[in-house]
Structure formats: C-alpha cells, structure tokens
C-alpha cells in the first residue's frame, strides 16, 4: 500500500523482531484505536447526559432532552454543531457548560462495559497497542482507565486539542501512525458515532462499529449500512479480534 508522506515513519523502519513478534502473536491489528465515551466506558447514561441536563436547566430553564435525543445529537449533527445550531449558545454560555460538565464529570466515574476489558489486555499482552481518540479530556480518560483497573493506553488525544483537530479530523490517527511508525491498515478505529466512522474513512483506517451501548434504530441502521465491521457485544469483537 502506498503509503502518504504525512504518516510519517515507514513501516519498513519498524525493527524486524517487533513485526515478527506481532505476526506470531496473531494479531489481526497492531493497533487499536479506541473511541473512550460509549464504546469502552458506560458514560453518556451515567455522566454526560445527566451533566448537560444540569447545564441546560441553568442555561435554557424550562427545556430538558431524554437520554435517546441525546444520543441522537451527539451523532449528527454533533454536540457542538447542535449547542451553536440549535441552543444558539454564547461564548459565555459554552464557557458554562464546560464548567458544569467539567464539575460533574470530577465526582462521577462511568464504569468499563463487560467485555471490553479483556479486549484491551489481550491486544496488549499479543504485543500490540491500544490508543484512544475521545470527545472527552485526556486527563479524564486516564483517571477512568485507572479506576477500572485497566491497563494506561500508549497514546491518547482527547478534547483537549484545538477544536479543528478533534474527530472527526484525523489527526490523532496521523499522529499515532505517525509515532508507532504505522500504516492505515495497521489500524482499526472502534467507535459507537458518526464523527468516528468519519474520520477513519478519510484515512482509509479500518472502523468497527460499536453497537453496544445503546438501541437508537437510525444510529445502528446507519452503522450497519455503512460498516463492513458491526458488532452488538464486545465479545463479538474480542471473538473477530483474537479467536
């Protein structure tokens, strides 16, 4: 595969051992890269939603949103997009809303989602990586990986970066192939959302759709029509992954 000047370090350059050793170990992927909110952690029911229930009832009394429309939003158009489109947020008012998200995200830890653990550690105990490219802040992902017990992945980028390099621009996915010397198709990007399944596609990385977390009908016809890779469980992966 012809590979595209800004992925930067050749796979050739990757030391002959480490790629024999990942080719015996049967990896399907060298890298996984891994969506944080809904596809590894249980968080938009338990933290995300409920905090911009708090923000909305301070910013726009009155208006509240069940936790299916939020889902819904947050897959097209987007938080953002919605919050300028739509709420017709102020900078002061986003300012806000991160405030509040920030707080309540501070005293809430979301839980692992059954499955997905043994997927991590068993990529890396095969000699792969596991890499994050979230919504959330990096320092959060970090405290969530840590306070499920799982093993800290090699590279995170989360919405701590400039709103332009966020997913679904593939920076993170350039950065990562770009620092473990790795071409797409080493890649696959699971993710349960459009800006996800986005921003693999302009790369040309492979995307598993993660359809664990939730039952929205037009979200999961939307995955399963584009998504040569569907799955309901993480067991499913795991099975399509390492069996």
């Not at 969506?35 to 338990?46: C, E, L, P, R």
């Not at 409920?50 to 158009?77: C, H, K, Q, W």
């Not at 002061?92 to 692992?112: N, S």
């Amino acid at each position: 595969m012809q590979r595209d000047a800004e992925v930067g370090v050749p796979y050739r350059n990757m030391h002959h051992s480490r790629r024999e050793e990942l080719r015996m170990n049967g990896l399907k992927y060298k890298c996984l890269v891994l969506d944080h909110d809904d596809t590894v952690m249980n968080s938009t029911k338990h933290v995300h939603h409920p905090s911009f229930l708090v923000a909305l009832e301070e910013l726009r009394p009155g208006m509240t949103m069940d936790v299916d429309t939020y889902f819904r939003i947050n897959f097209d158009p987007g938080f953002l997009p919605y919050c300028e489109d739509v709420l017709h947020f102020t900078p002061e008012e986003f300012a806000r809303e991160l405030e509040i998200w920030q707080a309540y995200v501070k005293d809430h830890v979301p839980e692992v989602f059954p499955g997905v653990e043994r997927i991590i550690r068993e990529q890396i105990a095969r000699g792969g990586y596991v890499c994050v490219a979230s919504h959330s802040f990096k320092h959060n992902i970090l405290r969530d990986y840590k306070a499920n017990g799982l093993p800290e992945p090699t590279l995170v980028y989360g919405w701590e970066l400039p709103r332009e390099l966020r997913k679904p621009n593939p920076y993170a996915l350039n950065e990562i192939m770009r620092t473990l010397g790795l071409q797409p198709d080493d890649l696959l990007m699971v993710d349960d959302l459009k800006p996800g399944y986005d921003m693999a596609k302009t790369r040309g990385v492979p995307f598993a759709a993660a359809g664990w977390a939730y039952d929205i009908p037009e979200i999961r016809q939307f995955l399963m029509d584009n998504c040569p890779l569907y799955f309901d469980t993480p067991d499913a992966l795991y099975c399509y992954l390492f069996d």
